[in-house]
């Protein structure tokens, strides 16, 4: 859900294009991640997520969550964002990296060779043979991976936003690509847990301290790329609506129909959606408008004091 940091924006103008924008950086990763969804359930022969493992994604969700809040009490938050900073850089560079090495792979010059490399690790002989790892890349993709960790470096070193975002958008696409769901009751079962699970967590705790989201700033259009008034939307606001449209796309496409009916419907669906929660964020609460009124008489008061 959207939030912000700040209760005042700056002006109306910079609050429209924060939330615009949040929007558009909603829609990308799911569009982009729904067709990658497809070429990769084509080529690959995934695990999908089944009705048991929806049913009792929220709950481990939740003991996760509340296994980090422990956490959160019990040590410093200095060490703790550390960590997470150090977590968030280690997985953010290699989303980064699987996203963007088919683009950093065609910009790279023809006269650095490109290497496959294989690396395995298998247990067992034979038939009963299991692979621990089974991964195949090449130079070019070690190109692209020094490339994105200048980007985690510009993380590390500033925090700043836009690095921020980058890693943001990057998981966003990878989760709608790379988790399948067997089908829609499962999708369903999987949405109806988190409803409950956001209402227990966001609203009714303070458990749910840190998160990964996309920012914006409000203030934008004053600051520029130094601003720091943020609105920001959960990345799971993307990637759990994400995962069950891209399951939309994919049985759009074993139809076999010119029309993409499903994908184009929950898209649209989901934007509505998305703009209809943004409204409702901008619009203050009955108490917080009487707090500003109070605050505004107050100054006139004091004004007109000074005046006489």
Known sequence: MPQTQQKKPSTPEGMAVAYGSLVIMALLPIFFGSYRSVLYHK??????????????????????????????????????????????????????????????????????????????FKQGEGESAQYLIDYRFSTYDVVSLAACSLVGAWYLVQKHWVANNLFGLAFAVNAVELLHLNNVVT??????????????????????????????PQDILQ????????????????????????????????????????????????????????????????DEKTEEAKKNEEKQTKQEAKKS
């Not at 079962?189 to 301290?209: K, P, S």
């Not at 049985?251 to 009916?261: A, G, P």
């Open 223 to 286: 600051n520029g790329l130094s601003a720091n008034n943020f609105a920001m939307l959960g990345l799971g606001d993307i990637v759990i609506p994400g995962i069950f449209i891209a399951l939309l796309l994919r049985f759009d496409h074993s139809l076999k129909r010119q029309t993409k009916t499903y994908f184009h419907a929950s898209v649209l669906a989901y934007f509505f959606g998305i703009d209809g929660d943004n409204f409702h964020m901008k619009i203050p609460p009955d």
């Open 43 to 120: 080529e690959n022969k995934s695990e999908k997520m089944t009705k048991k493992d929806a049913a009792i994604f929220p709950i481990m969700a939740s003991c996760a969550l509340f296994a980090l809040y422990i956490v959160f009490k019990l040590f410093s938050k200095e060490y703790i964002n550390l960590l997470l900073t150090g977590y968030f850089f280690f997985l953010g560079v290699l989303a980064l990296t699987h996203l963007l090495s088919p683009i950093v792979s065609k910009l790279v010059p023809v006269a650095i060779p490109n290497i496959p490399f294989h690396i395995t």
């Open 187 to 216: 999708g369903c079962i999987l949405l109806c847990g988190l409803f409950f699970y956001d209402i227990f967590w966001v609203f009714g705790t303070d458990v749910m301290v840190t998160v990964a989201k996309m920012v914006f």
